[in-house]
Every structure is written in structure tokens, then in C-alpha cells.
């Protein structure tokens, strides 16, 4: 099981981050991951925080790198101080254009296959890509956008994480739809714990993630009684989670929102810590 978190933008949140990471850390089996803000917005946090969880933890930690935004040599810079700092795992993406930067970018990757060529290049990274079951928002059919990730996969990349799925039949659909596609490097579900059910639904929203019925019906039926919004979120998560795994999961990407508890507890349901 592998923990994704965000840096932490003040020294209240950098405690809770600590924490995470240090409750977090005998179950992530397969490392932490630390996200980079749009346009590469939290480089230096992306960087100071990996590093961090590695000397913390000893595991291996990936660092995201977004693309969009950067020109191709900021965006290598940034690999570099990476690479310099211990930091061998690198999750490859595009990105998007942040709401705050108008105008022309500068000019830097188009896709993420351009970036994982270049950084495969530069230094042996264990890259991985981003993948989506359901897929990308831009991306005129699944179809494209899996031959889309296979560029990225024979660019150099050994592997993908996806984003998160409601639905985890969706995840099985995709990993038979990449096999008939000729990929064949592992491909890590995102689990997004249940908690805060308003929030888990308007990320779905943006990201085009189908929501299940049932679990419309399980959150709102009980909006009335808050007690209960725990248990549901707890036990709904490790359904999720033994279905992804029941459909080939080779690991699960937790996005755990820098919050230890229930991604510590679906580990232990689990017997995976
Ligand atoms: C596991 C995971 C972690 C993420 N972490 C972050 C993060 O830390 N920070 C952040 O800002 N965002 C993050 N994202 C979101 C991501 O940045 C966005 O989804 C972004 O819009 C696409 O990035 P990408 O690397 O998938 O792009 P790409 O792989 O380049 O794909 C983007 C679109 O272009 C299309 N495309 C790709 N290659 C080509 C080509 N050669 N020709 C034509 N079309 C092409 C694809 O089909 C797709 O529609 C994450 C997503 C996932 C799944």
C-alpha cells in the first residue's frame, strides 16, 4: 500500500503532516508519494517535503512533477535537485494550467511522454505515469487515451497510478482494456477514503469519476445522523479496497488527504501492517 500526500503550507498543517507520515509509516508497504501544485506551484514544498518523509520514514517516496507551466529546463532543474537529494522515484505528469497563471505558457512539455523521455535520459528514475480507468477529461475516447498512456509506458515509464475510481468494476474494465492494448506494467488503483462524502462527491464531479448510486444513497440517506458517517465511510472504503483488490490490484494508491486514521485502519482491516 502506498500513501499520497500534499506539502504542507503552514506550520499548524506541517505538524498534521508529520504525524501522518509517522502513523502511516509501517503500513506504506510501498512508499509515500508527494503531489506538485498545478504549473509546478509547490516545487521547492514538493522537494523539502520528500526529502523529509524519506529521512522520517526510510521508505521509498516519489515525487510528483507537473509539467505545464514550467519551461522544459525548470522542469528538468527540478528533476535534478530531486535526483541530488536522494529522491530516485518520480511520478511523470502533464498537469494543468492554474487558474492563477494567465497567458501564454512558457514553452515546455506538450504531454507527459515527452517529460518521461527526457527525464529517462537524464538519470535512472523509476518513473510512473498517470492513468484513468474512466478516462481523462480531455481525452476523446478511453481507447485514445489508453494508447496515450502506452506512449508514456514506452517512453520509459515502468508503471502507472490512476486516478481514484467509485466504482471499482471501472478499474477491472481498465486493466482488461490496457492488457487488449498490449500494456502490461502494473497499474495502481487510487482509493480516495470516504470521509467528508460532499467533498469525496465534487472531486468526482471534476474528474468525470462516476458516482454509484449505492453510495449516494448510503451517505445521503444518513446526512441526518452524523454519528454514523464514520462507520459508513470506514467500512464503504474497505469494500472499495478488497474489490480493487479482487480485480488484480497489484498495490493501492491511497490519497489520504495528509489524514492518518482511516488510511491506518484499512490497512490493519486489511492485514496488510
Ligand atoms: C495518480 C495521479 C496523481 C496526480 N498528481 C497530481 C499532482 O501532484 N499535481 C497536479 O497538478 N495534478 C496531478 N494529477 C492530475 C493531472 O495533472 C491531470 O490529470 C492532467 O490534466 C493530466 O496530466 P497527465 O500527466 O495525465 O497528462 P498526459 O498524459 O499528457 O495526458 C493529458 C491529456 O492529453 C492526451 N495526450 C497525451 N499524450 C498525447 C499525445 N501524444 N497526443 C495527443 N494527446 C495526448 C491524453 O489522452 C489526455 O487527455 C494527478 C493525476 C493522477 C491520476
Not at 499520497?4 to 503550507?9: A, K, Q, T, V
Not at 471534476?206 to 470506514?234: C, H, I
Amino acid at each position: 500500500m502506498g500513501f499520497e500526500l500534499f506539502p504542507p503550507r503552514s506550520e499548524r498543517r506541517h505538524a498534521q503532516f508529520r504525524e501522518t507520515v509517522e502513523r502511516l509509516a509501517p503500513a506504506a508497504s510501498e512508499g509515500f508519494s508527494v503531489t506538485m501544485g498545478a504549473g509546478g506551484t509547490t516545487r521547492a514544498g514538493t522537494h523539502d517535503s520528500a526529502v523529509e518523509v524519506a529521512r522520517l520514514t526510510g521508505r521509498p517516496v516519489m515525487a510528483h512533477l507537473t509539467a505545464l507551466g514550467l519551461s522544459r529546463r525548470a522542469a528538468l532543474e527540478t528533476a535534478e535537485g530531486l535526483w541530488q537529494a536522494g529522491i530516485r522515484d518520480i511520478l511523470a505528469l502533464r498537469g494543468d494550467q492554474p487558474h492563477a497563471m494567465e497567458g501564454p505558457l512558457p514553452p515546455g512539455f506538450a504531454h507527459a511522454s515527452d517529460l518521461v523521455a527526457a527525464l529517462a535520459e537524464r538519470h535512472p528514475f523509476r518513473i510512473a505515469v498517470a492513468a484513468y480507468p474512466e478516462k481523462h477529461p480531455e481525452a476523446g475516447t478511453l481507447d485514445q487515451d489508453i494508447d496515450h498512456l502506452k506512449l508514456k509506458l514506452d517512453a520509459g515509464a515502468h508503471m502507472a497510478y490512476c486516478q481514484f475510481v467509485l466504482d471499482p468494476a471501472a478499474y477491472g474494465r481498465f486493466l482488461e482494456a490496457c492488457a487488449r492494448h498490449g500494456i502490461d506494467a502494473p497499474i495502481v488503483p487510487g482509493l480516495m477514503p470516504l470521509e467528508g462524502w460532499a467533498r469525496v462527491r465534487s472531486f468526482a464531479r471534476a474528474n468525470g469519476t462516476t458516482v454509484p448510486d449505492w453510495l449516494e444513497r448510503l451517505f445521503r440517506e444518513s446526512e441526518d445522523k452524523p454519528e454514523m458517517q464514520p462507520y459508513l465511510a470506514a467500512a464503504a472504503t474497505v469494500e472499495q479496497a478488497r474489490r480493487l483488490i479482487a480485480y488484480g490490484a497489484p498495490s493501492i494508491h491511497v490519497y489520504t488527504m495528509n489524514r492518518w486514521p482511516l488510511p491506518l485502519a484499512l490497512s490493519r482491516l486489511l492485514g496488510r501492517c
